[in-house]
């Protein structure tokens, strides 16, 4: 957990120390101290302490690792070690003042605003997991939030594009597009507020006018990187800023893996521009796929390293759909027989109206001088009944002309810059 945080619990009254609940604080204050106590002892998504609260309660769970009732032994231990930073009652206690100066919340599974579609973390569980990060992933206590809008209102309708930091032009210009397209039909952005990938995403949907969401690995109220700082005002102003971690907290490596199944279980579905070989980008996708969320990956060019991870998901895993745009993310995330992508198609030409027969007559003509009627039929293919009929439509559709001497194909119009200069 964050330095900063464990430096103030520092002066504040040790573990075992009463610290009396105010007159003022209702159960429901109590529960979610408890669980802003809890999220400091230990780093969200710890499995052992979510079952507790599930079975216990976020208060008694909080009492038992402070007695020392942890079920494990690693757990007894990162408890002790915490509680030697100061108490996790007084701790929560200046992190909800500290939230309240920032004109942030708080937001629990008790709330109305708090995204249902989280509880699928439940049953996240990874294949062949041995760090932490990838086996501690049950859903988190609560949430740190930045804006007006309701959590659960604006996760609704929204999908992840995740990718590198270190992004190409072709893909910041990708997200940006995907970005902008997403949030114009009224869907949530959802990225993580990182150079490259996430932050042209989250632009694109603020060009747009349209909602975006970041979840940060840190406070709030700490802009990482700082040189996005800027960025998150603006996402504060008209989206969400969104974190696990309270006020102050430090944006620490592992803490960007275990935010990213935030991302992929909060969202309809992840959409991967750009990755590494080594990509959070691509542990972002593996969890969309663990709980069977739509997972796409956009392909580039097989001689850039920030393609390898996007062809590596479309080679490996079968259930991850290749897109190119936004029309092939609504189809894989909107409504079933409606948000369907149009089939990709060249530009509409007149010769695409024609018939077998109109079609061949043309592609008999000369491609100078003129023709015959009988020497045309026979160079078609056609009777000269036949041939006669398709070069009176040829005519109409100004494709050939009639002459003295036969039948000519008709001149494409000269552009105004191929016209001579007046007087």
Not at 211 to 226: E, F, I, K, S
Not at 254 to 260: G, V
Not at 364 to 377: D, F, H, I, K, N
Request: charged fraction near 25%.
């Amino acid at each position: 957990m964050s330095e900063r945080i464990i430096e103030l619990g520092a002066d504040l009254p040790r573990a075992g120390t009463a610290v009396e609940r105010s007159a003022g604080t209702s159960e429901r204050e109590e529960r979610t101290l408890a669980r802003i106590a809890l999220a400091w002892l230990t780093e969200p998504g710890t499995r052992s302490v979510y079952q507790l609260v599930d079975e216990l309660g976020p208060v008694a769970t909080l009492e038992l690792l402070l007695d020392g009732g942890a079920p494990d032994r690693k757990l007894r231990a990162a408890v002790a070690a915490r509680i030697a930073g100061g108490d996790p009652r007084a701790v929560a206690a200046e992190a909800v003042r500290r939230t309240e100066r920032l004109g942030a919340r708080i937001v629990t599974p008790e709330d109305e605003e708090w995204p249902a579609r989280l509880v699928d973390l439940h049953h996240l569980h990874l294949t062949e997991a041995q760090r932490r990060v990838d086996t501690e992933t049950a859903p988190p206590l609560c949430f740190w939030v930045r804006g007006s809008w309701p959590l659960a209102e604006a996760l609704d309708r929204s999908v992840a594009v995740v990718g590198a930091r270190a992004a190409t032009g072709y893909g910041t210009h990708v997200a940006t597009e995907l970005g902008y397209g997403l949030a114009d039909r009224d869907w949530t952005v959802v990225s993580g507020g990182a150079f490259g990938i996430d932050a042209a995403a989250h632009r694109g949907a603020l060009n747009a006018g349209g909602l975006t969401v970041a979840v940060l690995a840190c406070g709030v109220d700490r802009p990482y990187p700082m040189g996005n700082a800027a960025l998150f005002e603006r996402i504060a102003d008209t989206g969400l800023l969104v974190s696990e971690w309270a006020p102050g907290s430090d944006p620490l490596r592992a803490r960007f893996l275990i935010r990213n199944r935030v991302i992929a279980a909060g969202t309809v579905g992840t959409v991967v521009v750009e990755a590494s070989a080594r990509s959070g980008a691509t542990q972002t996708a593996h969890r969309a796929l663990a709980i069977n969320r739509p997972t796409m990956a956009v392909p580039g060019p097989v001689t850039s390293a920030m393609s390898v991870g996007a062809h590596e998901l479309l080679r490996d895993h079968p259930k991850t759909r290749l897109v190119t745009g936004v029309a092939h993310v609504l189809e894989e995330v909107g409504r079933i027989g409606v948000d369907l992508a149009p089939p990709a198609r060249g530009p509409d030409r007149p010769i695409d109206t024609l018939d077998d027969d109109a079609g061949s007559v043309l592609e008999a003509m000369p491609r100078r001088g003129t023709v015959g009627l009988e020497r045309l039929a026979a160079r078609a293919g056609v009777d000269v009944r036949t041939a006669m009929r398709k070069l009176s439509l040829l005519e109409e559709l100004a494709m050939v002309v009639r002459r003295e001497d036969g039948y000519a194909l008709a001149r494409p119009p000269r552009s105004t810059a191929d016209r001579p200069a007046g007087p």
